[in-house]
């Protein structure tokens, strides 16, 4: 993969950074759902399987707007 490829796939996919972990249990996050128009996006907690809320700020990096449970969602 190109050095672009790689960081684009790093910027959008990656889960081994220390933002990855759910607040609550410190268990690492799947991605759940991305949306690119609106730049958001939504990871699932492994374990506890709360709902983290992402968006992307002005500068382009990743944001935590709200953690949410399974039951109350959106």
Not at 13 to 32: A, H, V
Not at 43 to 60: A, E, I, N, T
């Amino acid at each position: 993969m190109a050095e672009v490829g790689k960081s684009l796939h790093g910027t959008l996919f990656g889960q081994k950074t220390k933002g990855n972990k759910c607040k609550s249990c410190d268990y690492p996050l799947e991605i759940y759902e991305i949306d690119f128009r609106k730049n958001k996006k939504m990871l699932k907690c492994q374990r506890c399987g709360l709902y983290h809320y992402y968006k992307k700020d002005f500068v382009g990096k990743w944001k935590l707007q709200k953690v949410v449970k399974p039951d109350l969602q959106r």
